[in-house]
């Protein structure tokens, strides 16, 4: 494996790591009702988070990587690993004919700060540049405006509407879809 690092003006992705610290940061994002509110699964107890980053681990082990669950630290925590504590988690997950499903969570009370826009951008670099796909999809629920906005801030356009793509929590969810090609991002323009 060749770890993943990614360091943006405030943040950094890394791989996350098997520790007490990173489980608790999943669990903070993973297991609070408000953070997953938009999310397509219900919050998780803390056990699933150590399962999910011992699966995290086991797909980056993987000969041919096609799943990126990245963590999300501020930069300035990077310097002292000790405390470069994730904020939240980033993800990719490579698809067919260079395409690629993006994704991002972070703690709510992180929220209002940009950190989503770094964060994408910071995943399209990744992406367009040493990944070199063409194609980045990204679903969000129709009700989370404010990730409507970051990835239009991005450049990404809306595809349309998903009827009824998740069920969660009792009813049905509708989805956006959005795409952003190699050649609409302009740090590496395809």
Excluded: K
């Amino acid at each position: 494996m060749v770890p993943v690092r990614l360091t943006g003006p405030r943040l950094a992705i890394r791989e996350f790591h098997h520790s007490a610290a990173d489980v608790d940061a999943l669990y903070a994002v993973f297991g609070d009702r408000e953070a997953t509110r938009y999310l397509p699964f219900e919050p998780r107890d803390r056990e699933d988070c150590a399962d999910q980053i011992e699966q995290y681990l086991e797909e980056a082990q993987q000969d041919e990587r096609t799943v990126y669950r990245l963590a999300v630290t501020r930069r300035a925590d990077a310097d002292a690993p000790s405390r470069a504590v994730p904020i939240g988690n980033a993800a990719l997950t490579l698809g067919g004919h260079r395409s690629a499903d993006l994704g991002y969570a972070l703690r709510p009370d992180t929220w209002g700060n940009g950190y989503a826009g770094e964060i994408t951008g910071l995943l399209c670099d990744f992406a367009f540049g040493p990944l070199g796909l063409h194609r980045l999809v990204a679903r969000v629920d129709v009700e989370n405006t404010a990730s409507v906005r970051v990835l239009t801030r991005a450049g990404f356009r809306l595809e349309g509407r998903i009827r009824h793509d998740v069920h969660l929590r009792g009813c049905w969810r509708d989805s956006f879809q959005y795409s952003l090609l190699a050649h609409e991002w302009p740090r590496v323009g395809g």
